[in-house]
């Protein structure tokens, strides 16, 4: 059992107040996921020729205490690449003007414990163990900003609990996946996903889903022609959150066992497990509340 979230404004004024919005939601799904929380975060995107990693440090042996500062001197010193980092507690977020596989490529040779959460021109993430008001303190989800985001409180049922672990997965660029079920045939998916060079970070199964849906994208489907790919070829209980630079897409199996919630007015889309993580929100008492239907496809544009 886990809880998912979302959030989509579609009011200016209140991209300034996405993560305070945000934080009640989460906090509100502790009971279907204190084992760990995460969120991804979209905002105005990069210039083309810029990208940003998101970055975490915990599994290195200074953990918060890591040398970001030095790590931009390093790329500075070996690929001749300019970056800027905002860091937060054993996160950070690197941006700079360069091929995004060189850098990485880097990262991995200088800083092999240090894990790459999240790539492209709009996505920011963080993920962790800990309760969801643990987590959101800790990153001070309250003050995020931007357009749209999908967050996860995971109680862990087929893998540990691990940050890598944690919820939402990536997969390519500016692409995430929330996930509450289970799939049956995730090693299947692996298997066929594997000849493509696709590799893996997780026994996750949800790490299968996300990569199989970014993949199918990644081959020149649309967002919707992809999720109609998963119908067919995802095998399970699922509820699917899923974020692109431009959109918010929801799916539930054809048997829907999974919950989920949605609310929508004038001013946000917003989407949780439960209807008590969504009752703080402005106006909820005059938005359009409903549960997505089985094996149907619900996506917003930001």
Not at 38 to 44: I, K, M, Q, R
Not at 118 to 129: A, C, E, Q, V
Not at 182 to 202: A, K, Y
Request: include cysteine.
């Amino acid at each position: 059992m886990c809880g998912i979230v979302g959030l989509l404004v579609k009011t200016p004024a209140l991209k300034e107040r996405l993560g305070e919005l945000m934080v009640p939601m989460l906090i509100g799904m502790t009971e279907r996921g204190p084992d760990s929380a995460g969120l991804a975060v979209f905002a105005d995107p990069l210039s083309e020729g810029e990208r940003k990693l998101s970055l975490y440090s915990g599994l290195t042996e200074d953990g918060a205490d890591f040398n970001w500062h030095g790590l931009t001197h390093g790329l500075k010193a070996h690929l001749d690449v300019d970056a800027k980092i905002d860091i937060k507690h054993n996160h950070a977020v690197l941006a700079f003007r360069a091929a995004p596989e060189m850098v990485k490529r880097w990262l991995r040779e200088h800083h092999p414990l240090l894990h790459i959460l999240s790539t492209g021109r709009t996505i920011d993430l963080y993920k962790d163990i800990g309760t969801p008001a643990q987590v959101a303190d800790r990153y001070d989800f309250a003050s995020i900003k931007g357009s749209h985001l999908v967050g996860h409180t995971r109680m862990a049922t087929e893998s540990a609990v691990t940050p890598d672990r944690a919820h939402p997965f990536t997969a390519g660029e500016d692409f995430c996946l929330v996930h509450n079920g289970s799939l049956s045939n995730p090693n299947g998916i692996r298997r066929m996903l594997q000849p493509h060079g696709i590799h893996f970070d997780t026994d996750n199964d949800t790490e299968a889903a996300c990569r199989f849906l970014e993949w199918r994208l990644r081959e020149g489907d649309d967002l919707e022609t992809a999720l109609q790919a998963g119908f067919e070829e995802l095998d399970g209980f699922f509820t699917f959150l899923m974020g692109t630079p431009d959109k918010l897409a929801l799916i539930r199996d054809p048997f829907a066992c999974k919950p989920a919630v949605v609310a929508e007015n004038d001013d946000y889309v917003a989407i949780a497990s439960e209807f008590r993580s969504l009752a703080h929100l402005p106006d909820i008492k005059n938005a359009k509340v409903f549960e997505p239907a089985p094996e149907e496809m619900y996506v917003w544009n930001a």
